[in-house]
């Protein structure tokens, strides 16, 4: 199971993806799973372990995101 950091485009999230990299933390970037019935256009970072500092480090670059969630890409 992966932690979700969404963002509402792509060129938010590969900006927190670099910063989270130069923190070493691992993170992928996905599409945001969307919602039976309904289409989505967004994009979050899929962040296996330290979501508590990654959301940290987004916030201090005041990286602008959606929110968090769980997701399982099994």
Known sequence: MDNLIIFGSMTPALRARDILKNA???????RTPSKPGKK???YSLAVDSNI?????????KRIPFSGTAAADHS
């Open 24 to 30: 070493g933390i691992h993170s992928k970037l996905v």
């Open 40 to 42: 989505n256009c967004g």
């Open 52 to 60: 508590d500092k990654a959301v940290s480090l987004i916030k201090e």
